[in-house]
């Protein structure tokens, strides 16, 4: 059993960097979203789950520098609370090292947070074109 296992997660590990995936999940198993206090991916790492968040409290709000979707879903990052006002869109295993480059300037900005329920960006404006 332990063996089938191992070969199963070998031959997937094989078969994603064949096809140049990148995903970086905090732990096996692991989905979601993580956003970092410096950039980098430095700093406290917050990670979420659920569909939505709205980031109250010194200790998470306006505080992100940058970003790492683990999660098979794309995720929106707002400036308000609210869902609402500027906002930009991150797709499953895209990864933002600065969020305060040109043209975001999202950095500490991040003050709530939306599961969507597809991969694509469609209808948001993503952080990165689509190739």
Known sequence: MRRTLRTL???????????GVTVAPAH??????????????????HAYTTDRVALYGWWEN???????????????????RDYKDRHF????????ENLGSSPWKF???VSSLKRLTTSSCAG????????
């Open 9 to 19: 997660l070998a031959t997937a590990a094989l078969a994603t960097a064949a096809i």
């Open 124 to 131: 948001y404006v993503p952080f990165y074109n689509a190739a």
């Open 62 to 80: 306006d505080v992100a520098s940058s970003v790492k979707n683990s999660d098979v879903f794309a995720w929106v990052l707002y400036d308000d």
């Open 107 to 109: 950095n500490d900005k």
């Open 89 to 96: 869109c991150i797709r499953p295993g895209e990864w933002v």
């Open 28 to 45: 096996a198993g692991w989905v979601g979203i993580t956003l970092y206090e410096d950039s980098g991916y430095k700093g406290y790492p």
